[in-house]
């Protein structure tokens, strides 16, 4: 099962932040926060990572509780392009190693 | 555009044949997936292969036979699908299995229709 909750669905107008929250209650000390989307008919696409600290890439901001509990993915100016399925996932250790177990994500409507 | 290449794009298939999936990366990767994308819902993990050895397999049928014949190509084996296997089936690649700090490269995957 997978690590993190997020809600189903959210807005955003065009030009204005998106804030994406995800739940990692369990998360461990040494795992890491991903981050991916997929807009509709490709594959996911990695956005960002982060362990503990605040991270920002060209795509996006990720800021990770102290507790490392929960985290917020920021679109800083989201566009008609951002409309995709987010994805927040900690990967779940297993015998062969890591698997990366997607939840239901939270789907993205950005408005015009 | 992305660094993982599946072929081919869309696939149709009857319940008798036999057809393959072919995924490439040419990054370095040492760890490959196959994960199967129903309608409307998230990817689910089918295979891993590390060090071109399978790894994990989570439960999946016998009808489909994963092959990493070197360090960059990973074919998926179709044989027998029933109609409830037409799917989107995607392609991921990372630096190794184990690491913790290593984000997956998907393919923008293969879109299986059973006939």
């Known amino acids: 099962d997978a690590k993190t909750t997020q809600p189903p669905s959210m807005d955003c107008a065009e030009g204005r932040a998106a804030n994406l929250p995800c739940n990692h209650s369990t998360i461990s000390g040494n795992e890491y926060v991903y981050w991916y989307r997929q807009i509709h008919s490709q594959g996911p696409q990695y956005i960002i990572h982060g362990l503990k600290n605040n991270e920002t890439n060209e795509m996006a901001s990720l800021i990770i509780t102290e507790d490392r509990k929960s985290s917020t993915l920021i679109l800083p100016h989201a566009t008609l392009r951002d409309t995709a399925v987010y994805y927040c996932i900690v990967r779940v250790a297993s015998t062969g190693g890591f698997k990366t177990i997607f939840g239901a994500g939270t789907r993205l409507f950005v408005k015009a | 555009d992305t660094e993982v290449t599946q072929t081919p794009k869309h696939l149709v298939m009857g319940m008798t044949n036999k057809k393959s999936l072919k995924c490439e990366q040419h990054?370095?990767?040492?760890?490959m997936y196959w994960y199967k994308q129903k309608a409307k819902k998230p990817p689910e993990l089918m295979f891993v292969?590390?060090?071109?050895?399978?790894?994990i397999n989570e439960s999946v049928p016998s009808r489909f036979s994963p092959e990493c014949p070197n360090s960059s190509l990973l074919n998926l084996h179709l044989h027998a699908l029933q109609p409830e296997d037409s799917a989107l089936y995607l392609c991921?690649?990372?630096?190794?299995?184990?690491?913790?700090?290593?984000?997956?490269?998907f393919g923008d995957g293969t879109r299986l229709s059973i006939l």
């Open positions: 292969y590390s060090y071109e050895k399978l790894s």
């Open positions: 991921a690649s990372s630096l190794t299995l184990q690491g913790l700090n290593q984000p997956q490269h």
């Open positions: 990054m370095g990767h040492r760890a």
